[in-house]
């Protein structure tokens, strides 16, 4: 068990720095490994890829792991000691996927999708419902504003 992280599921939004932050704290208190993990994927049509002018698989992965470590600094600082993960799927598969090797899941309770005036995300309630260790939600920081 001492070598299980704390998995953190991460898309740049303020619940999912919120979210790392929290974990980190934590992580210290238990002596546990942070993971930081970014899922991403391509668009795709009827079955087929659709990618913009120039957009390449390497772009748009390249892309996810800015945006994760852009997230990090801005969660934890430039020296912060967290794996960072960037992992092609969809963001609730790979959060629960990574429960199974986890001490602890934490997710932001909303993250960048459209529905604003949900209590709980769509990626939170499927990590809840499927993960294989505790799950902790961080809860929207002023529910009002959404």
């Given amino acids: 068990m001492m070598d299980e992280p704390i998995a953190v599921g991460v898309d740049g939004s303020a619940d999912s720095i919120r979210a790392l932050r929290w974990a980190a704290d934590y992580a210290q208190l238990v002596d546990a490994p942070v993971v930081a993990l970014l899922a991403w994927d391509l668009e795709t049509v009827y079955g087929r890829v659709v990618l913009a002018e120039g957009e390449s698989k390497e772009t748009v992965e390249g892309e996810a792991r800015d945006v994760l470590a852009d997230a990090v600094r801005e969660?934890?600082?430039e020296d912060a000691r967290v794996e960072q993960r960037t992992v092609r799927g969809?963001?609730?598969q790979v959060v629960a996927e990574a429960s199974e090797r986890a001490r602890l899941v934490v997710v932001g309770s909303r993250?960048?999708?459209g529905f604003t005036s949900l209590l709980l995300?769509?990626?939170s309630q499927h990590v809840v419902t499927h993960a294989a260790c505790?799950?902790?939600v961080m809860p929207h920081e002023d529910p009002t504003s959404a």
């Fill in 75 to 77: 969660a934890l600082g």
């Fill in 90 to 92: 969809h963001p609730a």
């Fill in 111 to 113: 993250g960048r999708g």
């Fill in 121 to 123: 995300g769509s990626v």
């Fill in 134 to 136: 505790p799950v902790l």
